[in-house]
Structure formats: C-alpha cells, structure tokens
C-alpha cells in the first residue's frame, strides 16, 4: 500500500506533475496496448487490413470463376458420357482443393506476419523499455494482465507509447 501514497501515485493522480515518470520499483504495461496503440502497430494493422482486404476480394473472385466453371460443368453433364464427366469432375475437384490449400496458406502467412512484425517490434522496444525501467528505478516490468490487483500509478503503457513513437516510429524505415 505504500505504493499508492509515494510520489507515483500523487503524479499520476492528476494536476502538473501528471506527466512526469513515476518512480516505483515495479511497474505494469498491457504490452497489446503498446502494440496495438503505437505507430509501428497501427502501420502493421493498416498493412494486413489492406492485405486481408486483398485476399478477401482475390477469394471471392476466384469463387465466382470457380462456381461458372461448376456450372459449365453441370450443363456438360448431360452431353458427355459418364466416364468423360467424371475425368472432369475430378480435375475439378482437384481444382478447388489446391485452390483452398493456396489460399489458406495466404491466411496463414498473413497471420505469420503479424507474429513476425510483433517479434520485430519487442525486439526493438527492449532498450526503450529498459530504458524508461532506469528513469523509474524499476527492477521489473510486470504484463498488466498477469497481476491481480495493482494501482494504475505503476502502469507505464502510455508512457512506453510515448517513448517507442518517439523511437521508432512506424517502423517502416
């Protein structure tokens, strides 16, 4: 409980001293946040929202083809003997699961990226972080989830935020 009456606390509560850095041997951050809330986060979502949305219109133009070709086919039926229909049926067949295969290796290699881009993002975030842990005389950064019940002094996300915009950037260049 010390914690909530120390100098953190009373600069995190409100008024000038708001902004400046807690000092606290332990502090917090929600790590999605810090992702998901950065420029370099918001350029990645932009990136797989504009790749997903790609994928998406290529997956729905390649349904279409896929269901004229069905129907080419069903009306083929009728005027080719069974064996011959069921070569192309097959070949067909055939079709559409590489086709489901390929395009579900797409989907995975845009969740890869995200993975890849995250991992790309922590690696750069360490000395930044590291860095705001010596301005607070932290020993640790706790994930804010993992910790049952804290004071929202000792959270760093904004802060964290902050410094890894002013850092990094995008992360594009």
Known sequence: MSLLTGPG????AGGPA???????????????RVFNE???GLR???????????LSNENRKIERDLETE????TALRKTMNAEAFRLLAN???EKVQ???????AKSRALSDLVDQEREVFLNAASPVLEELMRDTGAAVILERRSVFVSANAIDITNQAIARLNASLGSGKD
């Open 9 to 12: 606390f009373s600069q995190q």
């Open 70 to 73: 069905e129907e080419r086919l």
């Open 18 to 32: 708001a902004r400046a850095l807690i000092q606290s041997p332990i502090l917090t951050i929600d790590s999605d």
């Open 98 to 104: 590489q086709t489901r295969q390929a395009q579900a």
């Open 44 to 54: 990645v979502a932009a990136e797989i929202e504009a790749q997903s949305a790609e």
């Open 38 to 40: 950065s420029a370099f």
């Open 91 to 93: 070949a067909f067949d």
